[in-house]
Every structure is written in structure tokens, then in C-alpha cells.
């Protein structure tokens, strides 16, 4: 791979549990600190979710994302922010009658699940295209509501990253680019193993890569114990990277992260012992035709 690479580092996520590790980032300083340490480990850009600093829970509030946002933006106006968009996706049939929601839910309309992206106008955001189970829920994103959270982030001016689960989810993304929804080839990011849908392999990869447009740019990371041989993966498919506390929680086996700069800092070196090298956030930038901010 002769270009440089670009980490993108996902610190804290809607799934991983305070329960699982003490070092989770829960409150707005908490998550902006970890951004700001994984970018001085070699992360170009920082997905970001943000929880309720009371229980540890995933959020949705604005206020949060705005803290979070701020925090980050003015320590280090140049590294690339990437907030999700994929809470309140989920979807949980009750027992006595699967029409109607059951607690755990959290579909909402997609006009909500896409608030804080219209306001705060970072440089990326996630655009889930799955429709698919996950654990004993299921996830849902229909085209419709694709197309209404595509064409908001749009008028924002905001980067959709497409996250990719599973081989269908390509085809509908390739439609929406193909009717003026979707501006391409795109950023896109391959999510593996996850139960269900895409398996963390080499074929795979070599497979979803098939599919892309001409000229895509595209990222893949594995979830659990998956990561880091994902990270390798992927520089040799040509693709860029994303490893961090959302996806996984170790360092090796038996060994909790202290910190997110700690799963960068190995996955650099993996990068680094391959003969590659990581672009900075003004390189990154470059690459995803991102306006820098110096």
C-alpha cells in the first residue's frame, strides 16, 4: 500500500458496558479526553457516541454531543470528527404482540437520530445502511429513512460514512448513489464480526472491496479479538482503519486497554512493523476532500 493510512479511533460506543471495563469514557470530559489522547497516539479522526454521565447508558441528548464536540474542536481544531448517527435504530418486538415496542427500544423518527449532525455540522458522520438482527434485537434502517438522514447530513454540508454490515447493505448504498441521494464513490467502512453479518476474514474484505465504485475510499475494523488482525487486514487490501473501546476492550488476551491511545498506539505499530505509515489528521483531511481547519 503506497499511500499513508488513516486511523480513525471509536472511543466509546453504544454497546460496551461500564460493567465491562473501568476505563470506559462516560462523561463529555471523559470522551473528549480520550479523542484528544488517541489523536496524540496517531488517530486522524475520532468517532464519537456519548452516554448519560449518571448511569453510563448511551444518549442521545444534544448537549452532550455539543460538550463533547466543543472540547474537541478547540484542543484540536484540525483532527477529524465523526459523530454517529446510528442510535435509535433498534428495535425490540414485545412478546404478546411483536407491532409493539418492548423496553430496550429506541426507534425513533430519522430526523432525530440526525439532530445533532444538523446543528453541530462535524466533518463526518456515521449513515448505518443495515436492516438486520442483532443479538436478540433487530436494527432497523429502512431506505426511506436512509434517504431522509442522507439528505439532511447533506444540506449540512456533513461527510456521510457509510457503514457497511453486510453485502446488501453495499447494493442499497450504490443505489442511493446511483439516484443523486448519495454523493460517490464515497467514504465507506466495513464492520466485521458482528453476529450475523459480515465474518472477519480476508475473503470478506476482498469481497466487499469488489463491490465499491470506482475510486472509493474505504475503512474496515473487527469487533472483540478481531480487531487488531482486522487492522492488518485491511492495509493489505489497501483499505484504512478504526480500532478503539467501542469495538474492543483489550489489549491481548486477558488484558483491558487502560486507554483508547493504547489500542492506537498498538495498532500503529502493526501498521508501522507492515511499512506503512499514518496520515495525519491535514493528510486524512486531504484524502476525504474535507476543508482543513488550520
Request: include cysteine.
Amino acid at each position: 500500500m503506497s499511500q499513508k493510512t488513516f486511523l480513525t479511533c471509536a472511543v466509546t460506543g453504544n454497546i460496551t458496558t461500564p460493567d465491562q471495563t473501568p476505563h470506559l469514557p462516560v462523561t463529555p470530559a471523559q470522551i473528549a479526553d480520550e479523542c484528544l489522547a488517541a489523536a496524540e497516539a496517531g488517530a486522524a479522526a475520532v468517532h464519537i457516541h456519548v452516554r448519560d454521565p449518571k448511569t453510563g447508558k448511551p444518549s442521545m441528548d444534544l448537549e452532550l454531543y455539543r460538550d463533547v464536540f466543543d472540547k474537541v474542536r478547540r484542543a484540536n481544531p484540525e483532527l477529524i470528527i465523526n459523530l454517529t448517527t446510528g442510535p435509535g435504530g433498534r428495535f425490540i418486538p414485545s412478546v404478546d404482540d411483536p407491532r409493539v415496542a418492548a423496553p430496550g427500544s429506541t426507534l425513533v423518527q430519522p430526523e432525530k437520530r440526525v439532530e445533532h449532525v444538523r446543528i453541530l455540522k462535524p466533518d463526518v458522520c456515521s449513515l448505518d445502511l443495515n436492516t438486520m438482527n442483532s443479538g436478540g434485537d433487530v436494527v432497523i434502517n429502512t431506505p426511506r429513512n436512509v434517504r431522509i438522514m442522507a439528505k439532511i447530513m447533506r444540506k449540512a454540508g456533513v461527510k456521510p460514512e457509510l457503514e457497511i454490515f453486510d453485502s446488501g447493505d453495499m447494493h442499497l448504498a450504490r443505489d442511493l448513489i446511483a439516484d443523486g441521494t448519495l454523493e460517490g464513490p464515497g467514504m465507506w467502512t466495513f464492520v466485521t464480526g458482528v453476529k450475523y453479518g459480515f465474518s472477519p476474514s480476508p475473503e470478506t474484505l476482498l469481497y466487499a472491496r469488489s463491490l465499491l465504485p470506482a475510486g472509493a475510499i474505504w475503512s474496515a475494523f473487527g469487533i472483540g479479538r478481531f480487531e487488531f488482525p482486522i487492522v492488518a487486514q485491511a492495509w493489505f487490501a489497501g483499505g484504512h482503519v478504526r480500532v478503539g473501546m467501542e469495538d474492543n476492550i483489550y489489549l491481548e488476551k486477558g488484558v483491558l486497554a487502560k486507554s483508547n491511545a493504547e489500542l492506537v498506539t498498538k495498532a500503529k505499530r502493526i501498521i508501522h512493523d507492515l511499512g506503512g505509515e499514518l496520515a495525519n489528521p491535514r493528510e486524512a483531511r486531504a484524502m476525504l476532500n474535507l476543508p482543513s481547519r488550520a
